[in-house]
């Protein structure tokens, strides 16, 4: 953690000391009502993904606006939103081992909380534990819709859980989460749509046989920022779990709109100061690997088509230009990060700006949850 925080409400957008991760308050508010008004009117609600931003402030905002909860990833990410006053959270994932075990029940003992299983293994242990704490539980059976993640098959080994589930309470069989998470970043629209309706399909298959054995399907969760008007409108999925939306980052911007996909903006921003200028056509920022991710690409350059971010190390991003004269020592470039959620996990704050002055500064109090 960092000894001082690089700016402080009221700074000008100049003042602050760089690295750091800028957050646009107004296109951030912009992009989350856009969300909710997509699904104005519709029979499908939002739990937007936590893990994306990892900050109570914006759970509560999104949940203010309307989303039933939210998702996390792991069982500690789960923990801090607890604390922070949210009720309902899915752990969209699998979780193994006593401790953690007994850590989502604890959990479970203060809010709704919802886990993933995909194996009948996973089940036995919560149930015996759940049994023993005599703490109810909301269990979702994994379906690998085309991810070739997590998840059981569609079909006859989904319906076997779910028999599994029925049969251990106080477990209470939820439903299914089918996401499939490749399919956001399909660069071409049809190939988006044609991706979801499979996985749409491989779901309501599912579905239908499980209760052809008598056994309720509470709800079907899924889909991301890249594909959500396609499983919104599916007519299978009652839940979303997009997460990036708030945010945006470069490789969603990538990605080429359909007729009917709805665009978000993006809000948010490593600020970077440039630190060097060895040559005419290079120039050296402070913002390298430990500022930005590039698990998905290099962050670009904010409304400089002329510069173009080419190599980081640790502590250095390297800025191509032609123009000799484009950039100066202690110029300041906004960079949008390749991929937001784990450049998110490289901070500690968020500094949130509006009208170019620092209105705010939110922790990122699940930084570095990864238990």
Not at 190 to 201: H, T
Not at 345 to 351: K, M, S
């Amino acid at each position: 953690m960092s000894p001082w925080n690089p700016a402080q409400p009221g700074d000008a957008l100049e003042a602050i000391e760089t690295p750091a991760l800028i957050l646009d308050l107004d296109v951030f508010e912009s992009n989350l009502q856009r969300m909710m008004d997509a699904l104005q009117g519709r029979q499908v609600r939002l739990r937007p993904h936590a893990k994306s931003h990892k900050c109570p402030e914006i759970a509560l905002r999104q949940i203010a606006l309307g989303a039933v909860g939210v998702c996390c990833q792991k069982v500690s990410e789960a923990a801090v939103f607890v604390a922070a006053g949210v009720k309902d959270i899915l752990i969209t994932n699998e979780v193994v081992g006593a401790g953690k075990i007994r850590r989502l029940l604890e959990l479970a003992a203060k809010a709704r909380i919802g886990v993933l299983v995909d194996h009948p293994q996973q089940v036995q242990a919560l149930a015996v534990a759940a049994q023993a704490s005599g703490t109810g539980l909301d269990v979702y059976i994994e379906v690998d819709v085309g991810a070739r993640r997590c998840g059981t098959l569609p079909g006859e080994e989904a319906v076997r859980l779910a028999e599994l589930i029925t049969a251990a309470a106080p477990l209470r069989f939820a439903g299914l989460h089918c996401y499939h998470g490749s399919a956001q970043h399909f660069r071409e629209p049809q190939e988006r749509a044609d991706a979801i309706r499979g996985a749409a399909e491989l779901a309501r298959m599912t579905k239908q046989q499980i209760e052809a054995r008598g056994i309720p399907v509470g709800i079907i969760t899924g889909a991301g920022t890249g594909t959500f008007v396609h499983e919104r409108d599916s007519g299978v999925y009652g839940e979303l779990q997009a997460g990036s939306y708030a945010f945006m980052d470069r490789d969603y911007g990538d990605n080429r709109s359909g007729t009917d996909d709805v665009r978000f903006d993006h809000a948010l921003f490593v600020l970077t100061t440039v630190m060097s200028r060895p040559t005419a056509d290079r120039a050296v920022v402070d913002a390298g690997l430990k500022a930005s991710s590039v698990d998905s690409g290099m962050p670009s350059v904010w409304q400089r088509p002329d510069l173009k971010y080419v190599k980081a190390s640790d502590e250095h991003g390297v800025i191509t230009t032609a123009d000799a004269d484009s950039l100066a020592l202690g110029d300041r470039l906004m960079l949008v990060p390749g991929h937001c959620d784990p450049t998110v996990n490289l901070y500690d704050t968020l500094v949130c700006v509006r009208g170019g002055k620092v209105e705010a500064l939110w922790p990122i109090a699940a930084r570095g949850a990864l238990l």
